[in-house]
């Protein structure tokens, strides 16, 4: 981030070029705890860090300023997944209230990494209310997409919608697929690559959110069913049609760079798979623009 530019956070827009991002790195005792929180196998924390440290190079070498969350969690191992308790728009962060009980902690937690980094909180959220951040998008400046999902319940949308003067807030029924314990977020099934463009698994998506797109003149490169578990899905955005998605989905980055979309790749057997969060899941854009 330039030393000229004095802003520290915002841009409602998950596609514009990356100016500053918060990581946390996996901690070794909250990794240790992965079958409480439904990890899919037992990461390896050595390995873990190695890859977390290699997506923050790809960050870094895009010209992102990486800043990391060094606020007490306890031992959370879903906490390395930073953009779950919040939003950030452009009147500060809004801290969520995440669905999964095992997470409730991690908002309040990284409030105190947020103000430390200059962002202001413009808002919490609190009970009845859930939401986690991988059941939102920004479509563009004004219009917040929401998935309602088991971890996303309708008070939470209405939360956001009073959040959010002068945004337009549109919901989405999500599928059921595999069940309340499972992780499956409105971001589990697509991702924005530009104004026009998104990355998205259709089989699985709102037919309303389809027209939506179809609507707008946003055009949609197809995750292929064999490439859907594997997070292909899941992918960040670093600028316009310039992307870091996870190594091991060939199909779907050939599509992309057909698409003209520029993208790099880590491997996140550890970090990623086995807790079921991508590239967007382990980043938390504070700065956009």
């Not at 490439?227 to 779907?252: H, K, M, T, W």
Request: glycine share 8%; charged share 25%; net charge negative.
């Amino acid at each position: 981030m330039s030393t000229t530019d004095e802003r520290t956070f915002g841009g409602q827009t998950l596609v514009a070029p990356l100016r500053r991002v918060l990581v946390r790195a996996p901690d070794p005792p909250a990794l240790a705890r992965w079958r409480e929180f439904g990890w899919l196998a037992e990461p390896d924390p050595a390995v873990a860090a190695e890859q977390h440290e290699a997506l923050c190079e790809l960050l870094r070498a895009a010209g992102a300023e990486v800043v990391y969350a060094g606020s007490d969690v306890g031992e959370d191992p879903d906490a390395v997944y930073v953009f779950d308790p919040l939003i950030v728009s452009d009147r500060g962060a809004l801290l969520l209230r995440p669905g999964k009980e095992g997470r409730r902690g991690e908002p309040v937690a990284i409030a105190e990494d947020l103000r430390a980094f200059g962002v202001p909180v413009a808002f919490e959220m609190a009970e009845p209310a859930t939401a986690e951040g991988g059941d939102t998008m920004w479509l563009d400046q004004r219009t917040l997409l929401v998935g309602r999902s088991y971890r996303t319940n309708d008070a939470g949308i209405r939360a956001l919608r009073e959040a959010l003067p002068g945004v337009e807030v549109l919901a989405f029924d999500l599928p059921r697929l595999r069940g309340p314990d499972a992780c499956l977020h409105l971001l589990s099934l697509l991702s924005p690559l530009d104004d026009d463009l998104v990355v998205a698994y259709p089989p699985l998506m709102p037919i309303r959110l389809l027209e939506l797109f179809a609507e707008r003149g946003i055009a949609i490169v197809e995750v292929p069913e064999e490439e859907f578990d594997s997070l292909g899905p899941n992918v960040l955005a670093l600028a316009p049609r310039v992307a870091v998605a996870l190594e091991g989905n060939p199909e779907i980055r050939r599509r992309m760079e057909s698409a003209g979309v520029d993208v790099s790749v880590f491997e996140g057997s550890e970090i990623a798979h086995k807790g079921e969060g991508g590239p967007t899941c382990l980043t938390r854009p504070l700065l956009r623009g």
